[in-house]
């Protein structure tokens, strides 16, 4: 039996046609109105890209529950609404294209759309009715919000290097879209050629690239009604669909002391960029030690009397784990581990934190995942930091998962560690691998970024500065300063 049949809505109401009011309509037009948009909606499979964490699972409900309640008067029929987090068949669910097959086998003769969107992405249905009326629907369309790179990146593996503009790919914030004709040939093409690449880092770009390139499909379509503007903001009445741009904040900001950051460091880096962590974002940490191979009084390191690695650092991460787990206070529920060239707001995760149980086996970051087409697992990539809650330290350490090797990849490693435990990682797209100039502005725009990673060409103190301090324009040296944005 397909698994969609355990979750998928086909909720019929009680026959309300004559009492569904729609103003300016004479009785006879209601009906008709209503019976349209009521077709149309059943041709719409609305999927919520949402995770299994209590906090993500709920802000997924709240969001089901809103398209149903405005599709209530449209029709007796409510629209089916899918949540990706329960479709637990598949590991690599979150990475959309091996649904592909099941989305074509349920859904690939009697609906016109999937239309996929995030759990802070807030839509007006009857304007979103209007706005996918206007494309064929026997037709392949890949509609969304384009995003593009200004200059090429490493985490699009430098695609486009000549002119990296020409290529767009879809903004999850505002929604995105694929008709069934494409998702039907997507399903055929992904039959005879099942996905092959090694490593998922940057998905709205890599579906771009293989629908195009290897599905031989269309370039995404920019739809302007798709919108991350807040649902407040003088544009929200012409946007189908808006964006909950804010930090969330569930109560309280967790305590300072709450929080324990460990960063990892070693000897040769201690001149350059220890200074830079002292210069921005310590001074938020109450609880903050370095961990290195050499021990130097003067910052002060702690030698974990494991040698540096020039790969992976696995050896040192469990050390750390194992040093947090027995020896910081026990009633310090949070970790976090960081590089030393991480930037961070420790004040902002604070916030973050608090929509976030400690006493569940929480592993929180931003998600990669390593060969999610046959298989395979995610993982909380390490430079943009790694946040544990200690009911997860104590289940890894409890499992004896340890490093195959002491320069394994100690992400990839605690990945598959939390894979076979059964705990899902809970992805942030708050938190960054790379650096500001990375990544489009108009992503970033719609974001209170918690990290940012590297500090190759640029200064990685007006980047905190600009984009992470407590407050955008913080005292430096006794003086005020400001930064502007466009320029990194």
Request: proline share 6%; net charge negative.
């Amino acid at each position: 039996m397909l698994l969609w049949k355990a979750f998928a809505l086909s909720v019929v109401l009680e026959d309300a046609e004559d009492k569904t009011e729609v103003p300016g309509l004479q009785k006879s037009e209601k009906r008709g109105t209503v019976s349209k948009r009521s077709k149309e909606l059943k041709e719409v499979i609305f999927v919520i890209q949402s995770q299994s964490n209590s906090f993500h699972s709920k802000r997924a409900e709240d969001l089901k529950r809103d398209i149903l309640k405005q599709t209530a008067d449209l029709g007796k029929e409510l629209p089916t609404v899918l949540l990706i987090h329960q479709m637990d068949r598949h590991e690599g669910a979150w990475t959309i294209l091996p649904l592909m097959r099941d989305f074509s086998v349920a859904y690939g003769r009697n609906s016109s759309w999937i239309f996929f969107c995030e759990e802070d992405t807030r839509i007006q249905v009857v304007k979103l009715l209007e706005i996918l009326r206007r494309f064929d629907t026997s037709k392949e369309w890949f509609l969304g919000k384009a995003l593009y790179d200004e200059e090429s990146t490493i985490i699009h593996h430098y695609a486009f290097a000549e002119n990296p503009t020409v290529f767009k790919f879809p903004d999850f914030a505002a929604g995105w879209a694929l008709s069934i004709p494409l998702v039907n040939k997507l399903a055929t093409k992904l039959k005879s050629e099942p996905l092959k690449s090694d490593f998922t880092i940057d998905l709205k770009h890599e579906i771009a690239l293989y629908i195009w390139q290897k599905g031989d499909g269309p370039h995404l379509t920019p739809v302007p009604e798709f919108c991350t503007d807040d649902v407040n903001s003088d544009k929200a009445d012409q946007c189908a669909t808006t964006f909950s741009n804010f930090l969330p904040l569930c109560g309280e900001p967790v305590k300072k002391e709450d929080v324990f950051v460990a960063v990892k460091t070693c000897r040769k880096f201690h001149g350059d960029r220890i200074p830079v962590v002292k210069q921005t974002w310590e001074r938020e940490a109450a609880l903050i030690e370095y961990y290195s191979d050499y021990r130097d009084i003067s910052i002060p390191t702690i030698d974990l009397g494991i040698p540096n690695t020039e790969r992976g650092h696995c050896g040192k991460t469990f050390a750390i784990l194992e040093r947090y787990l027995n020896h910081s206070s026990p009633r310090t529920p949070w970790l976090v581990i960081v590089d030393d060239d991480t930037l961070i707001s420790i004040f902002r995760l604070r916030k973050l934190l608090s929509c976030y149980d400690p006493n569940e086996p929480v592993f929180l970051g931003e998600r990669y995942g390593y060969g999610l087409g046959t298989g395979g697992y995610s993982y909380i990539t390490g430079g943009g930091g790694m946040v544990f809650s200690r009911a997860a330290v104590q289940r890894l350490l409890a499992s004896k998962c340890r490093c195959y090797s002491m320069d394994a990849p100690d992400d990839m490693v605690l990945g598959m560690c939390f894979s076979g435990l059964g705990i899902p990682i809970t992805h942030s797209p708050l938190f960054h691998q790379a650096r500001p100039m990375d990544y489009p502005k108009d992503y970033l725009s719609h974001q209170i970024p918690v990290s940012f990673h590297k500090h190759w060409n640029i200064d990685p103190v007006k980047v905190y500065f600009t984009w992470l301090a407590p407050n955008a324009e913080e005292a430096l040296n006794g003086k005020k300063v400001e930064f502007n944005r466009e320029d990194l």
